[in-house]
């Protein structure tokens, strides 16, 4: 094989074979394929996407680039957690401990951080004297033994992703979904983890800013977990603020400390609790993950988790009377408040900046070779949906070099919103995908389901239901069993309307359709409708029905594509895929055919199940346009 060729075909909309991905990253990892072609390939990966069976043979193949942790000796479902990064984001801390002390075993292997604040072990090491570098050896003995153990990613673990990943960063293509999505899958699955729980954050203080990137990149990880015989669930959860009050080190580490003892803030023991719950479900320790979620509150409420935080900052070298007294961690020489500049209510907060404000105070890195202050961070006084007054204090800010503190005011003028009129506040948890697979589920075939194509803006309409409960938008995935041959990835298969096969070509917008699906409201008719529509540049817009009391102000599933794009100032577009779970073929309704006709002439139209596209004006026959 020459690497240029592989470079060609994926620059040309190609799939890789299993054997052609397992050359190109065992050549990453040995270094015989240069950078430079290392990162043409990442760029043309980033435009043209990868299916889920590309994206879980690129994960198979960087998981076992290097060496892999064994931990088959140990007795129990071993569970993992990871989250994919946030602002105040205090989890681990808590819920491994936590987990731990139900009885299930907790081989965590994290990382540092780079950006507005340390990774988790840059916030473990706020207990003094505590090592976070363990050998393999050294790591499942102590998970053997005591139930559990935290540490850094040795060099020999993934070779092939950490170069990808340093080569995607200086490339800007670091936002590929199935190159994420494969970077954080082939960790877990080297970390010798038996079933993973994922918490994928959105919103303005996450990797994945909109609702419909973090739902592809949750389906398409859970995905990988079920091509690789994984049991894998994702949460994906709200980070438009702070998780918790406190962004920094020792700050967020004194938090976990107080959560543990049961005086934690409400939104982080409630995502402890939902993550720590699933966890325990994937274990096989409850029948479920609501009753998870009681099996570790009555950890915590008898102090449980903090005594096993005790018991493994001791066993890995830290001094375990700072858990009783956190006096005894980092603390700033300086504290400042930051006040609100008017009265309001608290309407949006820009939670990157809140992040930006910490790192530039100290308590992260802008490059990676700088060193952290552990010690410095903020202590947020209001969440959203809070009313302010002029002059009250937002923020206080711990600080040990007054250099910095102008610059970090400067962040903090900008992050925040008041408004006369409170706003909805966003859910904590907006969905949840993958937990319809009970423990022992056979995993579904493989497929050629697309996934994290360039030009996909969306995954549904989801995003417009802003303030509902996760009930209301949870991502329904449907179980199939072994051996059939619906795609992975997209949720409930084509059903009834699904009997013919997809048109060459069109299967990856057939797989957005029937995902888009899952995100329909529709109480009244339980009549579920998805749509994808292409426009002529390879954007690609989805659409679910939504219904209303009110009958006549229900919309279509068609509709809401075609809105989103002509909102976007799209004019032009090729083909859209139309699929519902009925019985019969979803047939666009009149008034959508008028308006498909009007604003896309010459669309070509598949309504799931049939044999072959019609253009929009078959549909429409002697259809009506205003001339202009």
Known sequence: MRAYDLILKKRDGGTLTREEIE??????????????????????????????RETADLT???????????????????????????????????LAPLVAAAGIPVAKLSGRGLGHTGGTLDKLESFPGFRVELSRDEFARQVRELGIAVAGQTADLVPADKRLYALRDVTATVDSIPLIAASIM????????????????????????????????????????????RRVVALVTDMNQPLGRAVGNALEVREAIA???????????ELCLAVGGTMAWLAGKVPDPEAGRRLLARHLEAGDGLAMLRRLVEAQGGDPRAVDDPERLPQARYRQVFNAPRSGYLTAMDAQAVGTAAMV????????????????????????????EAGEPLVELHFNDPARLEAARRWLERAFTLADEPAPVPPLIHAVVGAELAPGTPAA????????????????????????????????????????????????GA??????????????????????????????????VGAALEAADGRIFTGANIENASFGLTMCAERVALFKALSEGVRQFRRIVITADGPEPAFPCGACRQLLFEYAPGLAVWVDGQPAPQPIETLLPHGFRLQR
Do not use: C
Not at 447 to 473: F, K
């Open 23 to 52: 050359w190109w990253v065992d050549g990453i990892a040995r270094r015989t394929i240069p950078d430079e072609q290392v990162a043409a390939w990442a760029m043309a990966v980033f435009f043209r996407g990868m299916d889920a």
């Open 60 to 94: 198979r193949a960087m998981a076992l680039s290097g060496e892999t942790v064994d931990l088959s000796d140990i007795p129990g479902v071993k569970v993992d957690k990871h989250s994919t990064g946030g602002v105040g984001d205090t989890t681990t801390l808590v």
């Open 186 to 229: 082939s960790k877990k699955i080297a970390g010798g983890a038996d079933a993973i729980v994922l918490d994928v954050k959105t919103g303005s203080g996450a990797l994945m800013k909109s609702l419909d990137g973090a739902l592809e990149l949750a389906r398409l990880m859970v995905d990988i977990g079920r091509h690789l015989g």
């Open 259 to 269: 959560t543990l003892r049961g005086q934690g803030p409400a939104e982080l023991v």
């Open 361 to 388: 105070l100290g308590a992260g890195r802008a490059r990676k070779d700088d060193v952290i202050d552990l010690a410095a961070g903020l202590v947020m006084l209001k969440r959203l949906g809070d009313r302010v």
């Open 445 to 492: 075939p493989e497929s050629t389901a697309a996934a994290g194509s360039g030009g996909v803006s969306g995954a549904g309409a989801a995003a417009g239901v802003t303030g509902a409960s996760p009930a209301e938008i949870r991502v329904p995935e449907v179980a199939r069993p072994a051996g059939s041959s619906a795609p992975v990835g997209a949720g409930a």
């Open 495 to 528: 059903g009834a309307t699904g009997a013919a096969s997809p048109p060459s070509g069109w299967e990856p917008l057939v797989q957005l359709a029937r995902a888009a699906r899952h995100s329909a409201i529709a109480p009244f008719s339980r009549y579920r």
